[in-house]
């Protein structure tokens, strides 16, 4: 068709909402404000911050971090040779041209760090990219968490 498409959420963390902090809702409009298209062209990763105010005045930056994939190619098509009807003879297949969908990876937080967020986006990204055999669940999880140590306990 045209190459226009519609967002989808393919995964995300956590995959509840939490009581205190939902789910920005439209939140795969936000990651490609000009529209998912489709690109002849794999074009360079980019990477961009913005800030969504809720209802409640609250801030919530927004990191994301966009690349495009290789999209899988429908079945080849065939064209009439010389403008000739088919009829026995199949034509030869004709591949279509290669294209390039956006793929986006966002971080949504309270807090303002950008370059954490760059880092840590361009890390998941890079496992993904590269097919790593590491979950990225427990990526995530171990970017997410911080162990604080008891007060006079050992470190």
């Not at 794999?42 to 209802?55: G, S």
């Not at 990204?125 to 997410?144: F, H, K, M, P, Q």
């Amino acid at each position: 068709g045209s190459g226009d498409g519609q967002g989808q959420i393919l995964q995300r963390f956590p995959e509840k909402d939490w009581e205190d902090n939902p789910f920005p809702q439209g939140i795969e409009l936000f990651c490609q404000p000009s529209g998912w298209q489709l690109f002849t062209e794999r074009n360079p990763p980019t990477f961009f911050v913005a800030v969504l105010t809720d209802i409640n005045s609250e801030r919530h930056y927004c990191a994301c971090f966009t690349f495009w994939e290789a999209v899988e190619s429908a079945q080849p098509q065939s064209h009439p040779r010389n403008g000739e009807e088919e009829e026995e003879e199949p034509s030869s297949p004709v591949q279509p041209a290669q294209l390039f969908a956006p793929k986006s990876l966002v971080l949504v937080s309270r807090l303002d760090h950008a370059e954490v967020f760059r880092n840590s986006l361009g890390l998941i990204y890079t496992i993904y990219v590269d097919g790593l055999s590491v979950s990225l669940e427990n990526v995530i999880g171990n970017l997410l968490t911080c162990t604080i140590p008891i007060t006079g306990g050992a470190q």
